[in-house]
C-alpha cells in the first residue's frame, strides 16, 4: 500500500499583500461623496478602516469589490469639477449705518434698504432689478444676474470692502466725485457741502 500523506493548507502562512490600499480606498470614498453617492462613500471609507487596522480583507471577493469601487471612482476626478469656496464678505459698520438710512448712491452702486426692514439691497446701473443683498451684514452677490449684465463682481466686493472701512469718508468721496449727496441723492449747492462733500444734516446718519 501506498503511503500517502494529504497535504493540508497551511493556514500560518503569510497572504499576499493587496493591490489595494486603504488609501486608494479613502480617496474614492472622497471622489464619490463629491457628486452625492454617499452610500459608495461610506463602504469605501468602512473598507479602508478595516483594511488598515487587519492589513488585509477577509477573502479574495471583498479584494476584488474594492478594487471595483477605486477603479470606479477614477474617471469621477475628471468628471467632477472642483468645489470653489467663496468667502464671506462682512460688512457690519456698512450695515449698521444703512440702518439709518433708505438709499446709498455710490456711483453705478447703490444700496437701498426696504421700508421698516433691516434688508439692504445691492443695485447697479446696468442691471433693471437687484443683483445682491446684505443681511446681518452678510453680503450675498447674484453671480447669474451680474454676469448677465457684464458687471464684475470684484469691483462690487472691493467697493464695499471701502465703504467699510470708513462709510463717511466713502460718502464723502463720492458726494464730491458726483455732486450729489450719497445719502438724500440731492445736488450739493452749498460751499461747505460741496467741499465735504456732503451735507450737514446727512452727515450726523453717519453717527453709530
Keep these: 500500500m501506498f503511503n500517502i500523506t494529504p497535504i493540508r493548507p497551511n493556514y500560518d502562512a503569510p497572504k499576499a499583500a493587496s493591490t489595494v490600499t486603504a488609501a486608494a480606498l479613502v480617496e474614492a470614498a472622497a471622489k ?7 452610500n459608495k462613500a461610506a463602504i469605501c471609507r468602512d473598507m479602508a478602516t478595516k483594511l488598515a487596522r487587519f492589513g488585509s480583507f477577509v477573502s479574495q471577493k471583498q479584494e476584488d469589490f474594492a478594487a471595483s469601487l477605486v477603479r470606479g471612482a477614477t474617471p469621477l476626478a475628471q468628471s467632477v469639477a472642483p ?9 457690519p ?8 438710512h433708505s438709499h446709498f448712491y455710490l456711483g ?12 439692504v439691497w445691492i443695485k447697479h446701473a446696468k442691471f433693471e432689478g437687484v443683483v445682491g443683498k446684505i443681511v446681518d451684514g452678510v453680503v450675498t452677490l ?5 454676469k448677465t449684465a457684464g458687471i464684475d463682481a470684484g469691483e462690487i466686493v472691493a467697493l464695499l470692502d471701502d465703504i467699510e472701512q470708513n462709510p463717511l469718508a466713502a460718502a464723502m468721496k463720492f458726494g464730491k ?3 450729489r449727496c450719497c445719502s438724500c441723492g440731492r445736488d450739493l449747492t452749498d460751499p461747505v457741502s460741496i467741499e465735504q462733500g456732503i451735507g450737514p444734516v446727512c452727515v450726523l ?4
Design 205 to 208: 446718519k453717519f453717527s453709530l
Design 32 to 38: 464619490y461623496t463629491a457628486i452625492g453617492q454617499t
Design 83 to 91: 468645489v470653489v469656496v467663496v468667502p464671506v464678505q462682512r460688512v
Design 108 to 119: 453705478d452702486v447703490t444700496l437701498a434698504r426696504k421700508n421698516q426692514d433691516s434688508l
Design 93 to 100: 459698520s456698512l450695515f449698521a449705518v444703512m440702518q439709518k
Design 177 to 179: 466725485l458726483s455732486g
Design 142 to 146: 447674484f453671480g447669474p444676474r451680474m
